[in-house]
């Protein structure tokens, strides 16, 4: 599967069942992975690897506030993490002691800082109530323990192709969750907030173009998720 | 030769019995292919955590039920809860349903129940280690006879 249009790079292992695993060097997503289970750590660890993803795994929310940065009691000097790397996603577990996923969930989408990057939820418990709690949050996506390399891939492919989109970024993700809300009450406070952050950070892509992308019909690829047809039948 | 045959056939059979008999699931299978030469003792090594965690959890259990003051089922609970989680995650699918018959004594906070449940599940851990014990033994003597592990799918 070539990225750039000419050349594939090829790792150590080219297909791990069926998946064909060639990649950029470029375009190594670097996941935040949350999960107080050393067990469910060491596996998603490997899922993440398997797709040329660089993983950061900690045990608590705790931490991963911190390595963000974003811990009240620690002050960060740096902007970023403990080595610098700027992360491209999260994904935790939901119950954790201490700080559950979605309080984590909370505090990274109430972060100026942060509130972009694309926080996934795993959970055991297939709980419509929670899978819905959690995306009004503005959850990127909800995995239903135990997770499977299908699972992985299908949030890898759309983080990549966010990463790749660039200045197309803000617009996706609006769309996204304008899809989310489309099905729900006029809460309006993802799209409301949506037009500042897209003034504030875009670069290239005019204000008015993001805006009118968010209540565009999304792409195919943002319905292949069970969690969200699960979610937009349950609400209908 | 021959000899790396019979053991790779041993392994499959082996293998297969497992699935059989319900003490692993799919899930398991799911972890065999993330196995490759990068990371060719992923299994055996999730396992190892597996059994760590598990003797553990069974280990605090035993002693909450203990407790002549009282038994704190929410301490029972929490680590039922975490026993179902990793016990999915590994794909060991009897000990997970275990799990899910201890929860619901737990639940209605039975201490009879609860140690008999507790009982089962040590019961079946043992089981699983023995089991897997033996195939990754079967995996090592493939290897140092100079054959590959058969990848089942």
């Known amino acids: ?236 | 030769m021959d000899f790396v045959n019979q053991l790779q056939r041993k392994f499959i059979d082996y293998s297969s019995s497992l699935h059989r008999e319900g003490i692993v699931d799919d899930q398991f299978t799911q972890l065999r292919k993330l196995e490759d030469e990068n990371s060719p003792h992923f299994v055996m090594e999730v396992a190892s955590l597996f059994f760590e965690d598990c003797e553990k959890l069974i280990n605090n259990m035993a002693i909450a039920l203990e407790q002549k003051q009282g038994v704190d089922f929410k301490q029972i609970d929490e680590c039922i809860h975490q026993l179902k989680g990793s016990s999915s995650s590994i794909g060991a699918m009897r000990v997970k349903n275990a799990c899910i018959a201890f929860r619901s004594f737990s639940d209605a906070q039975n201490r009879e129940g609860c140690l008999r449940c507790l009982q089962q599940l040590s019961h079946e851990y043992s089981l699983l280690k023995n089991k897997l014990q033996t195939l990754f033994l079967l995996e090592q003597q493939i290897v140092a006879a100079g054959g590959s592990i058969p990848r089942v799918h």
């Open chain 1, 1 to 236: 599967m070539a990225r750039n249009g000419g050349v594939a790079w090829m790792r150590t292992t080219e297909k791990i069942d069926g998946y064909d695993l060639s990649t950029s060097d470029t375009e190594e997503v670097h996941v935040l992975a949350v999960d107080d289970s050393l067990v469910d750590r060491k596996v998603i660890e490997r899922l993440l690897r398997i797709f040329s993803c660089k993983v950061t795994a900690v045990d608590s929310g705790r931490r991963a506030l911190q390595y963000l940065g974003l811990d009240e009691e620690i002050q960060k000097k740096e902007t970023n993490g403990f080595d610098g790397l700027k992360v491209d996603l999260i994904i935790t577990d939901y119950c954790m002691p201490g700080m559950t996923g979605y309080e984590l969930l909370k505090k990274v989408k109430e972060s100026s800082a942060f509130r972009e990057i694309p926080v996934v939820i795993m959970s055991s418990e297939n709980v419509i109530a929670r899978i819905d709690r959690c995306l009004e949050e503005g959850a990127e996506d909800f995995i239903v323990k135990p997770v499977k390399l299908s699972d992985v891939k299908r949030i890898i492919d759309y983080t990549t192709t966010e990463l790749r989109e660039g200045e197309q970024r803000e617009g996706a993700r609006a769309k996204r969750r304008g899809i989310n809300k489309r099905k729900q009450r006029e809460g309006d406070d993802d799209l409301s907030s949506s037009p500042p952050s897209t003034l504030s950070s875009s670069t290239s892509s005019s204000p008015s173009s993001s805006i009118q992308s968010a209540t565009a019909p999304s792409s195919p690829s943002t319905l292949d998720s069970p969690t969200r047809r699960l979610k937009m039948t349950s609400s209908e």
